[in-house]
């Protein structure tokens, strides 16, 4: 079966401070992979996305950026770190299919920024 | 802009009741629907998800399509208390191609009193 790791659970960083978040999943090949930021109390906010190894989709513009190394390895990176960059951070999974693939979330890192 | 949109909430429903969360769509070319549970403090996981238009039932879940209204629901059954979250539905459009990209409705936050 399927199965996505996500690191680390919790982070505290200083403003301006560097960030790197990664993600793996196990247990299938060329899956679809997303980060998403979730702000206390609000909903999903799609960041980035990729289709395949090297391919990033950026949704939004901001001081984050994503990198997919290899197949399934997805990560999340800041060179300099803003307050409003706090939030749940999560990484999901999906297999290109037929329409009725879902996407399948790992546990998110939960960042704090000071 | 594709939207999906969800009263925010809260729905509070007596233990045993049954809890109707809806989500209405924008986009008439959205092919699939995900409900999603989210804990506090937890990362979304799904229920279910529905491509045809009518009713699918898994266990004390009911998902409901109407394409033509552009109309997703989910019915609880017996809501218990460990029920409370906040439900998120999310919509997968045919003009998505192969990125599989969801587009998240708000969430409705769910409370179950015993």
């Known amino acids: 079966s399927q199965t996505i790791h996500q690191w680390p659970a919790t982070l505290v960083q200083p403003v301006g401070s560097p960030l790197s978040l990664e993600c793996t999943v196990e247990?299938?090949?060329?899956?679809?992979l997303y980060w998403y930021r979730q702000a206390a109390g609000r909903g999903l906010q799609l960041l980035f996305y990729s289709v395949g190894i090297g391919q990033i989709s950026s949704e939004v513009p901001q001081n984050l950026s994503a990198s997919r190394p290899q197949d399934r390895q997805f990560i999340l990176s800041s060179k300099k770190l803003l307050l409003s960059d706090s939030g749940f951070y999560l990484c999901?999974?999906?297999?290109?299919?037929?329409?009725?693939?879902?996407?399948?979330f790992g546990d998110g890192t939960r960042l704090s920024i000071l | 802009q594709k939207e999906v949109e969800q009263n925010s909430g809260p729905l509070s429903v007596p233990e045993g009741a049954i809890a109707s969360l809806n989500c209405t769509y924008s986009d008439r070319g959205s092919q699939s629907f995900f409900w999603y549970r989210q804990y506090s403090g937890k990362s979304p996981e799904l229920i279910m998800f529905?491509?045809?238009?009518g009713d699918k039932e898994d266990g004390r879940f009911t998902a409901q399509l109407n394409k033509a209204s552009q109309y997703v629901s989910l019915l609880i059954r017996d809501s218990q208390p460990s029920d409370s979250a906040t439900y998120l539905c999310a919509g997968l459009s045919r003009g998505s191609g192969n990125t599989g990209k969801l587009i998240f409705g708000q969430g409705t936050t769910l409370q179950v009193k015993p």
């Open positions: 999901a999974w999906s297999l290109l299919g037929t329409g009725d693939q879902p996407q399948h």
């Open positions: 529905i491509y045809s238009n």
């Open positions: 247990g299938t090949s060329n899956p679809n």
